[in-house]
């Protein structure tokens, strides 16, 4: 793994289409439990190098119920976006991560983690991706069928604060899902 993670960081693939240029941000482990499959990092993250490390990793480790120690030790979580840089600005938010990262690379990475138990699937990119035509029309349907991909995969909204208005919308989400998340995530990390 350590050897893969090191090929990973020096990856220049897309640096073409990067704006701010390539700094891949991954993190994982042989003996990863639990593997996050999100978006791909913001410019806050870019300029940290830390996965998750702004306002929507903050509220992703509050619906996971897990402390910093947890979220970051790797050889509980992977942190693993469908696009490994940041992408850059667009009219309304962060332009979509890459195609290039995940069909090179995600294979390799989930191919050495031995002990995965649930691999959660935040927001459409990456639910797109893994769940094919499984996926629902929408977002929201996806994520309220959310049983549907067990026990393979947990289905989630990304937890931007950009997405407050549909979780108010949406209040079964935080009654019915994040509850369930957060039991399906204590049991595997105990």
Not at 94 to 102: G, I, R, S, V
Request: charged letters at 25%.
């Amino acid at each position: 793994m350590k050897k893969l993670l090191s090929l990973i960081s020096k990856c220049n693939e897309c640096a073409a289409q990067l704006e701010f240029g390539p700094r891949p941000i991954v993190s994982a482990h042989s003996l990863s439990k639990v593997v996050i499959i999100g978006q791909a990092p913001g410019s806050i993250v870019h300029a940290s190098g830390v996965p998750w490390d702004d306002k929507s990793g903050k509220n992703l480790r509050e619906w996971m119920g897990v402390d910093m120690q947890t979220f970051y030790n790797p050889q509980k979580i992977a942190l693993i976006p469908m696009g490994f840089c940041y992408p850059g600005k667009g009219k309304s938010g962060d332009l979509p991560p890459t195609k290039t990262c995940a069909p090179l690379w995600h294979k390799k990475i989930l191919d050495k983690l031995d002990d995965v138990a649930l691999i959660l699937l935040i927001g459409r990119y990456a639910q797109e991706y893994y769940l094919g035509d499984r996926l629902k029309r929408t977002l929201t349907d996806t994520v309220r069928n959310y049983e549907e991909y067990l026990p393979d995969f947990f289905v989630l909204p990304h937890p931007s604060p950009r997405n407050n208005i549909w979780q108010a919308k949406n209040e079964w989400y935080k009654k019915e899902v994040i509850p369930e998340l957060k039991t399906k995530v204590k049991t595997i990390l105990g």
